[in-house]
């Protein structure tokens, strides 16, 4: 893959009713949504969900860019939550969101898409992944393989700082 050329992989089948596949520009305001149903999830106020509302906002004119990649996992032709991926570097990318519908929170829907992402990653030669969480999914980054390097501030919120995960991509 080339700086000017994007990265296509293959549609997953996960199951006859599941799928991992690149999300489509024109769902880019469904996965908006989506972010923000999740991120309510952890009991956040609608005044702190309304702070982070432009940071969780997914970018129709990104999507399928060739630095960004965005992927959903579908469920019976709903989309059940959704990934994406931005590069920042050589062999360097940012898990940019990583976002599940709140009842199938728990449910390894999460797990399923770091996998792919990972993979996606490794396919395309990158070497490491970088993560800014929330404070709520340290466990589920950590369980991943990825070890905290620090914190960030958050985009949203000036003086909230969140975790940062690093974790490496192990080619093969």
């Given at each position: 893959?080339?700086?000017?050329?994007?990265?296509?992989?293959?549609?997953?089948?996960?199951?006859?009713?599941?799928?991992?596949?690149?999300?489509?520009?024109h769902e880019?305001?469904?996965?908006?949504?989506?972010?923000?149903?999740?991120?309510?999830?952890?009991?956040?106020?609608?005044?702190?969900?309304?702070?982070?509302?432009?940071?969780?906002?997914?970018?129709?004119?990104?999507?399928?860019?060739?630095?960004?990649?965005?992927?959903?996992?579908?469920?019976?032709?709903?989309?059940?939550?959704?990934?994406?991926?931005?590069?920042?570097?050589?062999?360097v990318h940012?898990?940019?969101?990583?976002?599940?519908?709140?009842?199938?929170?728990?449910?390894?829907?999460?797990?399923?898409?770091?996998?792919?992402?990972?993979?996606?990653?490794?396919?395309?030669?990158?070497?490491?992944?970088?993560?800014?969480?929330?404070?709520?999914?340290?466990?589920?980054?950590?369980?991943?393989?990825?070890?905290?390097?620090?914190?960030?501030?958050?985009?949203?919120?000036p003086g909230?700082?969140?975790?940062?995960?690093?974790?490496?991509?192990?080619?093969?």
């Open positions: 893959m080339t700086a000017t050329e994007p990265f296509r992989p293959v549609r997953i089948t996960m199951s006859e009713s599941q799928l991992i596949r690149e999300a489509y520009p880019a305001e469904l996965l908006s949504a989506l972010a923000l149903r999740s991120k309510a999830h952890w009991g956040y106020s609608p005044d702190f969900l309304d702070s982070c509302r432009d940071e969780l906002t997914v970018e129709r004119s990104r999507i399928g860019s060739v630095d960004y990649w965005c992927f959903v996992v579908v469920e019976d032709n709903s989309i059940l939550g959704f990934y994406a991926l931005e590069s920042i570097g050589k062999d940012e898990l940019d969101a990583l976002f599940v519908e709140p009842a199938r929170i728990g449910t390894g829907l999460g797990r399923l898409l770091i996998q792919h992402a990972l993979q996606v990653l490794a396919d395309c030669g990158a070497v490491r992944l970088i993560i800014q969480g929330d404070a709520n999914a340290t466990e589920f980054y950590k369980a991943a393989g990825a070890r905290q390097i620090g914190t960030r501030e958050s985009g949203s919120i909230r700082y969140l975790p940062l995960f690093e974790l490496a991509i192990n080619r093969v």
